[in-house]
Nanobody, 121 residues
Framework: VQLQVSGGGLVQAGGSLRLSCVVSGRPFSSHVVSWFRQAPGKEREFVATIRWGARTAIYADAVKGRFTISRDSATVYLQMNSLKAEDTALYYC?????????????????WGQGTLVTVSS
């Protein structure tokens, strides 16, 4: 399985971006695909996750109501609206089995490359 991430960029506060994660090799229905982010000088943190089969989702409190995770047959999207300066980070896509907002790096077996999102205030 490989994860190919795209869609980062520079946006003004209040703006929107959509990140894409192309998943090569079809995940099992029990897999989850998640987005994490890492801001400068901070630890990587959970953003959102979607269960591949059921398409149910969980969000971190910091992005709830602003970000939406979804998927089609081969791509997982992260629609980010009402962006804030504190959303500035490297965003990563990853695949694992734990469907939880408390998931950590160790719960995932495959990571895509990061894409930089910069929100100017």
């Amino acid at each position: 399985v490989q994860l190919q991430v795209s869609g980062g960029g520079l946006v003004q506060a209040g703006g929107s971006l959509r990140l894409s994660c192309v998943v090569s090799g079809r995940p099992f229905s029990s897999h989850v695909v998640s987005w994490f982010r890492q801001a400068p000088g901070k630890e990587r943190e959970f953003v959102a996750t979607i269960r591949w089969g059921a398409r149910t989702a969980i969000y971190a409190d910091a992005v709830k109501g602003r970000f939406t995770i979804s998927r089609d047959s081969a791509t997982v999207y992260l629609q980010m609206n009402s962006l804030k300066a504190e959303d500035t980070a490297l965003y990563y896509c990853t695949r694992g089995l734990r469907f939880s907002s408390n998931s950590r790096d160790r719960d995932y077996d495959t990571w895509g490359q990061g894409t930089l999102v910069t929100v100017s205030s």
